[in-house]
């Protein structure tokens, strides 16, 4: 095998990166924590703080990687993209400037108003805490209050569904944040549009949709991520197929603004009565959605890592024709206790078992667990997922639930991610704001 890649992080996005890399090259792992599935299909790993970019680098040089790839914004933030290309190591994903599209949300807002993206909301930006709290407690009209900083997608308050304006307010006031974005609350149905980007150029994967709230039916408090589906095609069940074209003529509008962009471009979408509406960028793949997605892709990652480091055209990937359903375990109390450092057992034989059940495919993907040498556990973060693969949303989602009976004690899943009537009560969620 002539690629030697480096993966950077360790969570569940980061186990689907490599399986989709090890395949046809060398994989190298690096992360905070040492992750079992990674472990299983890597040549190396170094358990290191993957935003210390001197130790990043210091490995990537031992393994003399060909690239790398980063998985998690807190290795873009700190920049750890701009100390491997000046270490000569190609890296699949953006320079700290670039990834400030993520990881500076009043940045984001104002760079999507200057260049005119569609999809904009309308927004106010703050860098005192108290004149944000006050135009939040003035303002008409639902909002959304979010710090400019990095969150984990844990900071943000929208009012009219989670607090009122009073609440809101108070959190603005009380949350030790100084820099704050306030805008307009979206209406709709969310969803996400990935691409692969380079110098320009961008090629689409399938919308998938995340489920950020803690517990069933959207309630509790926003997490980063419980579970995601994709369907067999691009679009999902409620959205038309212009709707997402939509989304991608924001994406395209996007990397014509950063022709120097390398990398994955996330869109977060709203699915509003005028079109999708840009709820946030990011600079990584999604984590769930990198699950949802990466499996049913045909074309091999490398070759699209490999055809950026060239400078030539990206390959146009294809997809299997196949749904997905992912489903994460966390651990009790996740997000706001997290029951950290708890023995857990997954019974991986379930997993197959579950396929054959239903005629699809299963996978387990280990997240923020700890593989020790007495046994694994748990960190403050999601623990593994199971995606299940078939020909439609309804066997994927039975496949991930059997699957999940790998959960052992102590840990917490969101049942209803991709069953029929949750599928059912976002259309017709859609369609009553359509009316
Ligand atoms: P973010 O960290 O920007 O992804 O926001 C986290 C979550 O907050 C999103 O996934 C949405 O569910 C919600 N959110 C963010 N911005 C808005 C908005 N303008 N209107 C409604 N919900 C929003
Ligand atoms: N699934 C949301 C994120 O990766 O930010």
Not at 146 to 172: F, I, M, W
Not at 297 to 307: G, Q, Y
Request: hydrophobic share 40%.
């Amino acid at each position: 095998m002539s690629e030697t890649v480096l993966v950077i992080g360790g969570g569940g996005r980061e186990h689907a990166i490599t399986r989709a890399l090890a395949p046809d090259a060398e994989v190298y792992a690096l992360a905070s924590n040492r992750n079992p599935g990674i472990g299983s299909l890597a040549a190396g790993t170094e358990i290191t703080d993957e935003t210390d970019t001197a130790a990043v680098v210091a490995y990537a040089e031992r393994i003399d990687a060909d690239a790398a790839v980063i998985g998690p914004e807190s290795a873009l933030a700190a920049g750890v993209a701009d100390a491997l290309n000046d270490a000569g190591v190609f890296t699949f994903g953006p320079t700290a400037e670039a990834a400030r599209i993520e990881t500076d949300k009043a940045y984001q807002r104002e760079f999507m108003a200057e260049h005119e993206i569609p999809g904009t909301p309308e927004f106010e930006t703050f860098d005192e805490a108290e004149a944000a709290a006050a135009y939040v407690e003035d303002v008409e009209g639902d909002v959304a209050v979010k710090p400019t900083g990095l969150t984990g997608g844990k900071g943000v308050r929208v009012t009219g569904d989670q607090v009122s304006h009073a609440e809101a307010a108070e959190y603005v006031r009380g949350s030790g944040h100084d820099e704050w974005v306030i805008e307009e609350r979206l209406v709709g149905e969310e969803f996400t549009v990935q691409a692969f980007v380079n110098d320009g150029e961008m090629r689409l994967t399938p919308a998938v949709q995340d489920h950020k709230r803690a517990y069933e039916g959207d309630e509790g408090p926003n997490t980063g991520g419980m579970g995601s589906y994709s369907d067999a095609g691009a679009t999902l069940p409620f959205m038309t197929p212009q709707e997402y074209y939509s989304a991608a003529s924001v994406l395209e509008a996007t990397v014509d603004a950063l022709p120097e962009y390398t990398g994955v471009l996330y869109g977060q979408f709203m699915l509003t009565d005028e079109g999708p509406k840009v709820v946030e960028f990011n600079a990584r793949f999604g984590d769930p959605e990198a699950m949802n997605v990466l499996p049913v892709m045909e074309t091999p990652l490398l070759d699209i890592v490999t055809a950026a480091r060239e400078g030539e055209s990206l390959p146009e990937p294809a997809f299997e024709n196949r749904a997905t359903v992912c489903k994460y375990a966390v651990p009790a109390g996740y997000p706001t206790d997290p029951d950290a450092g708890s023995e857990i057992e997954v019974d991986e034989s379930t997993v197959a078992a579950a396929a054959d059940a239903h005629g699809g495919d299963a996978l387990l993907f280990y997240a923020s667990v700890d593989d020790r040498e007495d046994g694994l556990f748990t960190t403050t973060s999601r623990s593994f997922a199971v995606v299940g693969v078939a020909d439609d949303i309804p066997t994927a989602e039975s496949i991930a639930a059997d699957a999940l009976a790998a959960a052992g004690e102590g840990l917490r899943v969101r049942e209803d991610v991709g069953t029929e009537e949750l599928v059912e009560s976002r259309i017709d969620h859609m369609a009553s704001i359509r009316d």
